[in-house]
């Protein structure tokens, strides 16, 4: 199973893979493990608001599972990449 990572401005994909071991994740924490780099100046605390993706989702705030419930085709859009 794959997870694509789209940056807006530069339409350039990454493809990252996932297992059912990894469904339980904090999306941000699974990201970071993937060698994703996704902005956070509060580590996860749900406070600056930088590791938004998808315009207004916070990955800190949802696991994966959570996210491929809200984005079944599991694109995710950042604002950089
Ligand atoms: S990492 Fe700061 S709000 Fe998510």
């Known amino acids: 199973m794959q997870i694509e990572i789209k940056g807006k401005a530069s339409g350039r994909s990454e493809f990252i893979s996932y297992d059912d071991l990894d469904l339980t994740e904090v999306l941000l924490t699974f990201l970071r493990k993937k060698g994703i780099t996704?902005?956070?100046?509060?580590?996860?605390?749900?406070?600056?608001?930088?590791?938004?993706?998808?315009?207004d989702w916070l990955t800190c705030e949802m696991t994966l599972k959570e996210f491929l419930q809200r984005q079944p085709n599991g694109q995710i859009t950042v604002g950089y990449l």
């Open 38 to 55: 996704i902005a956070s100046s509060c580590d996860g605390e749900g406070v600056c608001k930088k590791c938004v993706i998808q315009n």
